[in-house]
T-cell receptor
Framework: NAGVTQTPKFQVLKTGQSMTLQCAQD?????MYWYRQDPGMGLRLIYY???????DKGEVPNGYNVSRLNKREFSLRLESAAPSQTSVYFC???????????????FGEGSWLTVV | LAKTTQPISMDSYEGQEVNITCSHN???????ITWYQQFPSQGPRFIIQ???TKVTNEVASLFIPADRKSSTLSLPRVSLSDTAVYYC???????????FGKGTKLSVIP
């Protein structure tokens, strides 16, 4: 069972280049998320998609765009990469809206991005 | 969204029980309390979730007092492999923007 899969795992970009991080989940979850984590810091939400067809900004959306391609896939695009976007990026998903429990989030293994 | 406060770091010897407390004074009626564990170079993973009183699974126990303004994650007989960062999150079914603070860095000493 793959869970949440994100690609690529490692990437080095030059300032100004663009790239897309891909994410897919096989748990039939409604909601998907993109977080970034900087050294020694917690995770900060970039964008989320509550359900297929919707996307919303999180805490740190500037410099990023997202696409909820279908229920399984949620991509993150850096249009013009900057050194400040050097970070580890985590994709996640959850069954929000199903049942009465809290929102349990399942994470991918991370994508290490360096912008030089 | 409820703000949480937890210790930045804790040390423990192998075999000891570890209790990590999280404060969440403005927790809402429909909020649940969820704890995650993150190892270096990995994504966080779910440990345990509760609403009130006590919840126990094969990994940990979660104690929540009646006023729900705090919670305590209890890890029995820790081993070196429990060295990780532990995050406390509070939110309900409508909580999309869950905030991960810096968490508690647990170091288990041989």
């Amino acid at each position: 069972n793959a869970g949440v899969t994100q690609t690529p795992k490692f990437q080095v970009l030059k300032t100004g280049q663009s790239m897309t991080l891909q994410c897919a989940q096989d748990m039939n979850h409604n909601s998907m998320y993109w977080y970034r984590q900087d050294p020694g810091m917690g995770l900060r939400l970039i964008y989320y998609s509550a359900s297929e067809g919707t996307t919303d900004k999180g805490e740190v959306p500037n410099g990023y765009n997202v696409s909820r391609l279908n229920k399984r896939e949620f991509s993150l695009r850096l249009e013009s990469a900057a050194p400040s976007q050097t970070s580890v990026y985590f994709c996640a998903s959850s069954r929000l809206g199903q049942g009465t429990s809290g929102n349990t989030i399942y994470f991918g293994e991370g994508s290490w991005l360096t912008v030089v | 969204l409820a703000k949480t406060t937890q210790p930045i770091s804790m040390d423990s010897y192998e075999g000891q029980e570890v209790n990590i407390t999280c404060s969440h004074n403005n927790i809402a009626t429909n909020d649940y309390i969820t704890w995650y564990q993150q190892f270096p170079s990995q994504g966080p993973r779910f440990i345990i979730q509760g609403y009130k009183t006590k919840v126990t699974n094969e990994v940990a126990s979660l104690f929540i007092p009646a006023d729900r303004k705090s919670s305590t994650l209890s890890l029995p007989r820790v081993s070196l492999s429990d060295t990780a960062v532990y995050y406390c999150l509070v939110g309900g079914a409508g909580s999309y923007q869950l905030t991960f603070g810096k968490g508690t860095k647990l170091s288990v000493i041989p």
